[in-house]
């Protein structure tokens, strides 16, 4: 399970390791927090020569790579570590915020817990995060609702066959280009965002009418008995046709930017 965590209002890309109960946490997003550096990538490069001349410990070895999404929207692997290795890297970059994240980490840790025991605080959390990016209420429950709706549908998807990570963004991106004639790079480009979540920057008119459109993909997928990647993308192109039919098209509308 991957998602976006906050940090003073920054995100760092996370994954949850359901069969070992484990966060883990992308190196390149926490080293740009840390160091503020205008290309974090370069910086954990060096840092990691650096480390392994003065100190004889190659990094690499207490990271893994996993699949992440990454500016351009598509998923890319990059250097990720849990907590305990997170913690080794962080003490090799000064910073004064370091340990402010360290607590930052534990809470990360002891949340989740509290979240496994009762989900509906893993909703509540959302909530705090989407107040703190400025959200009205208004807002945020239509992007609830609009999650429920989107967690419907991909459900949907796991029980007729669809397993990849590429083939749910390759189904997303055919009802999102349908009803509004942008991929979703295209639609997150013309929002100036890179590697933020569309839906945390959509308007409430944008959210309402791609839950419309992806409810319509789930009750025509239903119906017909979709299986697989090419019967559910047929779905989707119907689903979200018929949302652009009841007369919203992205053309007719402003641009909202958040």
């Not at 979240?115 to 703190?132: F, G, H, T, V, Y």
């Not at 992806?214 to 047929?234: C, D, M, P």
Request: aromatic share 8%; proline share 2%.
């Amino acid at each position: 399970m991957s998602n976006i965590k906050l940090f003073e209002s920054k995100q760092v890309r996370t994954h949850w390791d359901e069969k070992t109960e484990t966060w883990f946490f992308s190196v390149i997003d926490v080293v740009g927090i840390l160091t503020d550096s205008s290309n974090p990538r370069d910086y954990w490069f060096k840092m990691k020569r650096r480390v392994k001349t003065e100190d004889g410990f190659e990094l690499s070895t207490i990271c893994r790579q996993l699949k992440m999404k990454a500016s351009d929207g598509k998923l890319r692997e990059t250097d990720v570590a849990d907590t305990q290795s997170l913690l080794r890297i962080i003490q090799s970059i000064p910073s004064p915020k370091a340990e402010p994240f360290k607590q930052w980490l534990a809470k990360v840790g002891y949340e989740r817990m509290q979240e496994i025991q009762d989900p509906e605080m893993s909703l509540e959390r959302a909530r705090e995060n989407w107040q703190k990016l400025g959200r009205s209420e208004k807002w945020i429950q239509q992007r609830m609702t609009g999650q429920e709706t989107r967690n419907k549908l991909t459900d949907y998807w796991k029980e007729s066959g669809v397993q990849k990570s590429d083939e749910f963004a390759f189904l997303t991106n055919i009802i999102h280009q349908e009803w509004t004639g942008l991929t979703v790079k295209d639609h997150k480009d013309l929002k100036g965002l890179k590697s933020q979540n569309l839906r945390d920057h959509m308007s409430e008119a944008e959210l309402i009418f791609t839950a419309l459109a992806e409810l319509s993909t789930r009750q025509i997928a239903e119906t017909e008995k979709a299986k697989g990647v090419q019967e559910n993308a047929i779905a989707g192109k119907k689903g979200a046709k018929l949302q652009k039919m009841q007369g919203w098209h992205w053309s007719k509308k402003p641009e909202i930017k958040w």
